[in-house]
């Protein structure tokens, strides 16, 4: 047989292998749902959202499941997409996550309020715990504790009796700190 050949053959062989492994993982991710719902039963926990189930879990000293991963996540409460652009006011009464734009006032007083990586706040935010990892132009109230992670990129107002800053993040403005009770 020439090279022609052979190299007709071999990529028929690769084409099958890869046809064939694609089959095998969508068979995994059917079956994978039903071994998490398995596992949190067992452990008496409460199913946590299916984005969460590819990645790798860890469990806290008190029960609760935590991926692993830069910013903890919030099993239920809102979450304004990346593609999604908000003018005006958003109040909450449950955990906000913000990966997209919002131009006006965040309130989620007795809650956690998340803005990622590709999130961007401009004018107001508030939450009782407050984690930034995107852009914040404004005053950012926290009633517990701000963190600004490394990607932050903050500019305007901090109010909190805690603030927690990692290294990388950039803050300029004011830090108006609440006295403590």
Same mark, same amino acid.
């Given at each position: ?80 997409? /990346?593609?999604? $652009? !908000? *003018?005006?006011? %958003?109040?909450?009464? #449950?955990?906000? &996550? ?18 990622? /990586?590709?999130? $961007? !706040? *401009?004018?107001? %935010?508030?939450?009782? #715990?407050?984690? &930034? ?21 903050? $500019? ?7 603030? #927690? ?17």
């Amino acid at each position: 047989m020439g090279i022609q050949t052979w190299l007709i053959v071999m990529g028929v062989a690769c084409m099958t292998l890869i046809v064939w492994h694609g089959g095998r993982r969508k068979s995994l991710d059917s079956v994978l749902p039903e071994i998490v719902t398995t596992m949190t039963r067992a452990s008496r926990l409460e199913a946590f959202p299916v984005a969460a189930q590819s990645k790798p879990i860890a469990f806290t000293a008190g029960g609760e499941i935590q991926p692993t991963g830069r910013l903890p996540r919030d099993v239920l409460g809102s979450r304004i997409g /990346m593609a999604t $652009r !908000v *003018s005006g006011r %958003l109040i909450a009464n #449950e955990p906000v &996550v913000i990966k997209g734009r919002i131009e006006g006032v965040v309130i989620a007083q007795d809650h956690r309020v998340t803005v990622t /990586m590709s999130g $961007r !706040v *401009s004018a107001y %935010l508030e939450g009782r #715990e407050v984690s &930034v990892d995107g852009e914040v132009a404004g005053r950012l109230k926290a009633g517990e504790k701000i963190t600004l992670l490394s990607r932050a990129d903050v $500019r305007g107002v901090l109010e909190s009796t805690r603030l #927690e800053c990692m290294a990388g993040a950039r803050f300029q403005g004011e830090v108006a700190g609440t006295p403590c009770g």
